[in-house]
């Protein structure tokens, strides 16, 4: 076991997606406060400029892996890369985005080095020697403290949100090709046409301006006010449950436990009282600005700024604001 931390950057469409530059911000204090090495591990085939891009970060190295076996994901080959990278060269600790692709990847990869693996984490503490993480429990009431007891390395997955991509650090680090024999890993899987899930539909957790609304709003015809004042910003439209259940927004919309997570520079909540299954979708938001008429509404414990009021008053006097 060496003492380096090894993140796993995923990308797509010639982009490196959100989460991946979050676990290697989160990457970049653990090793700060561990005074240990951080290397950033791509796969693909021709993602050369990508893993230029990771060397303007603060890394110690980007370590680039390219075949034309690992030009879309499977997990097979994955598995197979990544083995044998983590069993040659044992760093403390390996992390990775907590996305549906790395949600099929991880246990494989854990299964075949056996290795301890811990999930959507949302957070860590270090103890000692040793790293401590964060994992919410059932359905969001309740964090847990996890510790591993296997041999290094460490696999972790992060949920999106556990830290800003604005934390990440610049600095430079030497990309270092790494050659590995892909050639006896049999593709079993096709790739077929991509699509989106949620195509043409809005992704909220790449808002940067969010404005929510919840039961406050008493009636899907109240709606104009929030419609009004999200566009006054250029922010989009979320939603508590209670909005989506009563078919007021559409699900695509819904931010919390069974909807989405987000992180945006500004999430305004109108008449959302803040319940827990609320909250873990938009709690690492930068700035959280509440309307409440209930005081003692849980939201104020999150906000950064509070306003009692009614929003039926508060809101379009904001919307004016704006617009002068």
């Known amino acids: ?105 991880a246990p494989k990869l854990a299964a075949a080095i056996n290795r301890g693996l811990v999930t959507d984490c949302i957070g860590y503490r270090k103890e000692g020697d040793d790293f401590v993480f964060v994992r919410q429990m059932f359905r969001n009431k309740l964090n847990a403290d996890v510790q591993f007891r296997s041999e290094h390395p460490w696999i972790v997955t992060l949920q999106t949100g556990a830290t800003s991509v604005d934390d990440l650090k610049e600095g430079s680090g030497q990309v270092v090709e790494r050659s590995l ?24 957790s790449q808002a940067e301006l969010i404005v929510a609304v919840g039961r406050g709003i008493k009636k899907a015809e109240n709606l104009k006010i929030i419609e009004e004042l999200a566009e006054a910003l250029g922010a989009e439209i979320a939603a508590s449950r209670p909005v989506v259940d009563s078919e007021w927004l559409t699900r695509d919309r819904q931010i919390g436990s069974s909807g989405q997570t ?61 617009k002068e």
């Not at 050639?183 to 790739?191: D, H, I, P, T």
């Not at 109108?270 to 930068?286: E, F, P, Y």
């Not at 939201?299 to 704006?322: C, H, M, Q, R, S």
């Open 262 to 322: 987000v992180s945006p520079r500004l999430y305004l909540a109108c008449g959302i009282s803040g319940a827990i299954q609320h909250i873990v979708g938009m709690k690492n938001a930068q700035c959280i600005v509440a309307i409440n008429t209930d005081p003692n509404a849980p939201i104020f414990n999150i906000a950064t700024y509070g306003i009692v009021g009614d929003l039926f008053e508060i809101v379009p006097a904001l919307t004016k604001k704006l």
């Open 181 to 204: 024999d892909l050639s006896a890993v049999e593709l079993r899987r096709k790739q077929l046409e991509a699509f989106e899930a949620t195509q043409g539909k809005v992704d909220l």
């Open 1 to 105: 076991m060496s003492e380096k931390i090894y993140v796993l950057i995923d990308h797509g469409e010639g982009e490196i997606r959100t989460p991946s530059l979050e676990s290697l911000a989160l990457g970049q204090r653990m090793a700060e406060e561990a005074g240990f090495s951080l290397h950033a591990l791509i796969l693909g085939n021709e993602i050369g400029p990508l893993a230029e891009r990771l060397g303007k970060q603060k890394v110690d190295s980007v370590l680039l892996v390219e075949d034309q076996k690992l030009a879309n994901y499977d997990p097979d080959v994955y598995c197979r890369a990544l083995s044998e990278i983590l069993t040659e060269d044992q760093p403390y600790l390996f992390l990775m985005g907590h996305i549906y692709q790395n949600i099929d990847l």
